[in-house]
Nanobody
Framework: QVQLVESGGGLVQAGGSLRLSCAASGRTFSTYTMGWFRQTPAKEREFVLAISGSGRNIYYVDSVKGRFTISRDNAKNTVYLQMNALKPEDTAVYYC????????????????WGQGTQVTVSS
């Protein structure tokens, strides 16, 4: 079992930055691809970014390219989402998730989920 706890959400003005963290329990963190998803009441959960266990492979959605980056520290069992140049349309609940499958772009490919953290971007 892996437990995930996100932190770092909040309210920020458009153009600002936030860094989300996701701390994982367990000793096998480096074997999981870790992803970040986001969801609003009007939309299904959307893939944002993912990073392989080693950190060598990164996957992202085009809408965040050049603005968001994902990184991980396997020694600390933590994955990070650095969000820059935030836009009001980035407002959502952000979830981190972990998987050992190759289905890393879809929410149904992930086995473990955090509780989510709210990010609100004001215009």
């Amino acid at each position: 079992q892996v437990q995930l706890v996100e932190s770092g959400g909040g309210l920020v003005q458009a153009g600002g930055s936030l860094r989300l963290s996701c701390a994982a329990s367990g000793r096998t963190f480096s074997t999981y691809t870790m992803g970040w998803f986001r969801q609003t009441p009007a939309k299904e959960r959307e893939f944002v970014l993912a990073i392989s266990g080693s950190g060598r492979n990164i996957y992202y959605v085009d809408s965040v390219k050049g603005r968001f980056t994902i990184s991980r520290d396997n020694a600390k069992n933590t994955v990070y989402l650095q969000m820059n140049a935030l836009k009001p349309e980035d407002t959502a609940v952000y979830y981190c998730a972990g998987t050992r499958t190759s289905n890393v772009l879809r929410s149904d490919g992930y086995e473990y989920w955090g509780q989510g953290t709210q990010v609100t971007v004001s215009s």
